[in-house]
């Protein structure tokens, strides 16, 4: 198992709370944020591992401020971890699936837990619904 984020630190207290012993979770840090990180993820796991199995896509960001105080930078951040990183990881790691012949992508959409609005909020990746959508016609 690898496991990716963009602090060591983070993934580390993971891989210590999933890892068993005889089981070792491998931490990498990658911004999915940065084409160029996740194109040198995907071939580094491939180089180490000789093959992905399975990607669980779950990167996301969130900026939870009045919708007339996000700025295009925070808006620009949550789309391109939230929509586009995912989109592309899915699309470096599906290509090798598709050379393999098997392996299977799953991507969760990252939205307002119960789908629980609050007034006078707004959340930039609101319209990541995109995302399930993206992954559903990928795979089709």
Known sequence: VVITGREMS???????AISPDDNPVEPVVCDVADPKAIANLVERVLADRGRID????????????PAIEITEQDYDDVLDINLKGAFLLSQHVGRHMIERGSGGVNTYALITPGGIVYPGRCTPHEGSGHKDQTTVRAAI
């Open 54 to 65: 399975t990607l669980i896509n779950v990167a996301g960001i969130n900026r939870r401020k």
């Open 10 to 16: 983070t993934l580390k207290e993971t891989m210590l």
